[in-house]
């Protein structure tokens, strides 16, 4: 061992180094992730947004990042001197390396991020759903009551019109038709 040690450069040294470190915290942070501890290591003042939409933003200088960016770094520069590349051409190849790994990760923790449901309402999902008369709908789209719905699991209170020839009251049991305009249900009564 000592004689291995021995015989490197001092850039082997280097990369040999941030190689043992890098893959022991990526080892650390790859099980903290499958086992659900990973999300909380993100360093959140040094992330830079690149795409703020629905809060989740491309964050390219996180904790994770840097781990996987040190990790191919390192070991890219290995290989890199083992192949016989001059120290510049291995610095090269170990930095392109390792902004590609963070650039790789960003968007997978981007894209995984966007795939957890939001919790917004997609309006589009009360057609069909039965809901129950809060306040009075007046009979042929003559002006818009109130309707308690569940929609996407949790029960939201939603505007409302009718093409019934009656006034759909308090208690009336209906069922969306359609979607108006913006989040304006027709409502029919449903029939007993």
Do not use: C, P
Request: charged share 20%.
């Amino acid at each position: 061992m000592e004689e291995w040690w021995g015989a490197m450069s001092q850039i082997e040294h280097v990369y040999w180094i941030a190689a043992f470190v890098a893959s022991i915290l990526f080892l650390v942070v790859l099980v903290g992730t499958i086992i659900g501890g990973g999300g909380d290591m993100d360093i959140e003042a040094a992330d830079a947004d690149v795409d703020a939409d629905h809060g989740i933003g491309f964050q390219f200088l996180t904790f994770k990042n840097m781990v996987g960016f040190f990790t191919l770094f390192s070991w890219s520069g290995i290989a890199s001197i083992n192949a016989g590349y001059s120290n510049g051409i291995t610095l090269l190849i170990s930095v392109v390396s390792g902004l590609a790994m963070m650039f790789i990760l960003a968007w997978l923790f981007m894209f995984m991020a966007r795939q957890a449901e939001s919790g917004t309402l997609q309006i589009s999902n009360a057609i069909g759903q039965i809901g129950e008369v809060y306040m009075t709908i007046e009979k042929n789209r003559g002006a818009y009551g109130k309707i308690h719905i569940k929609v996407q699991g949790s029960l939201r209170e939603l505007d409302a019109i009718t093409d019934e020839d009656e006034d759909l009251t308090q208690g009336n049991v209906v069922k969306v038709l359609e979607i108006v305009s913006g989040e304006l249900l027709l409502v029919e009564k449903l029939k007993k």
